[in-house]
C-alpha cells in the first residue's frame, strides 16, 4: 500500500456541486497538507494541519474547507465547486523532527464541468 | 516571503544530450529538495541538499546546492525517455514550523 492515499484519483463534477477529496496516510506523520496543481503554477498550498486539533489556511483556501478527522485522515471538501477549481490536487505528509521534505500522494483529477 | 524561480520553464533535449535545471531563491536556503513528477501523477522525492556547496548523485542525476548564490542546479547526464517529466524545486523555511515552497516546475521533454 502507498504511504499516502489519495480519493478518488479521477472525479468529473458539475458546478455548484459539493465534493470531497480524501488523504490517508500510513507514514505516523502529524503534518498534513492540501495543495493543488496548475499549469505554469506550481504546487499552491490550500490548507494544512500540524495535528489533529490544528487546522490553518493556505495562500488559495477560498472556496474550500478541511477535516482533519484523525492523525492519519485528511479530508478537503468544495462546497459549490466552480470550474476554475478544475486541477490536479495532492494530499502531503510531513514530519518535523526530519526535515526530509514531503511525502506526496498520486492526487486526484477534478474536472468541474 | 520566499519565491522560487525555476529557469529554463520548459526543455525539449534529444535522447543522449546532458541538460540542467536551475532553481533559484530570493531569500537564504535552509534546505533545497527536488522532485520529479511523471505528468499527472505524483510527485517523487528525488534528493535533498542542505549545505552550501553539497552535491548528490542519483542514478544519472546530479544536484548541487550554491548556497551563496541561493540557487540549486540539476543535472542530467544522458537524457533517456525515462527522465520526461516535471521536475520541482521546493525549500525548507528557516524553521521547522514553516512549510516548504516550491518552485513552478520545470517540463522536460526527451524526444528519442
Known amino acids: 500500500d502507498a504511504d499516502v492515499t489519495q480519493t478518488p484519483r479521477n472525479r468529473i463534477t458539475k458546478t455548484g456541486k459539493r465534493i470531497m477529496l480524501e488523504c490517508s496516510q500510513t507514514?505516523?506523520?502529524?503534518?498534513m497538507y492540501w495543495y493543488r496543481q496548475d499549469p505554469g503554477l506550481g504546487l499552491r498550498l490550500i490548507y494544512y494541519s500540524f495535528d489533529v486539533k490544528d487546522i490553518n489556511k493556505g495562500e488559495i483556501s477560498d472556496g474550500y474547507s478541511v477535516s482533519r478527522q484523525a492523525q492519519a485522515k485528511f479530508s478537503l471538501s468544495l462546497e459549490s465547486a466552480i470550474p476554475n477549481q478544475t486541477a490536479l490536487y495532492f494530499c502531503?505528509?510531513?514530519?518535523?523532527?526530519?526535515?526530509?521534505?514531503?511525502?506526496f500522494g498520486s492526487g486526484t483529477r477534478l474536472t468541474v464541468v | 516571503s520566499q519565491e522560487l524561480e525555476q529557469s529554463p520553464q520548459s526543455l525539449i533535449v534529444q535522447e543522449g544530450k546532458n541538460l540542467t535545471i536551475n532553481c533559484t531563491s530570493s531569500k537564504t536556503l535552509y534546505g533545497l529538495y527536488w522532485y520529479k513528477q511523471k505528468y499527472g501523477e505524483g510527485l517523487i522525492f528525488l534528493m535533498m541538499?542542505?549545505?552550501?556547496?553539497e552535491e548528490k548523485s542519483h542514478e544519472k542525476i546530479t544536484a548541487k546546492l550554491d548556497e551563496k548564490k541561493q540557487q540549486s542546479s540539476l543535472h542530467i547526464t544522458a537524457s533517456q525517455p525515462s527522465h520526461a517529466g516535471i521536475y520541482l524545486c521546493g525549500a525548507d523555511g528557516e524553521t521547522s514550523y514553516d512549510k516548504v515552497i516550491f518552485g513552478p516546475g520545470t517540463s522536460l521533454s526527451v524526444i528519442p
Open positions: 507514514k505516523g506523520h502529524d503534518r
Open positions: 502531503a505528509t510531513s514530519d518535523p523532527g526530519q526535515r526530509y521534505g514531503y511525502t
Open positions: 541538499l542542505q549545505k552550501g556547496g
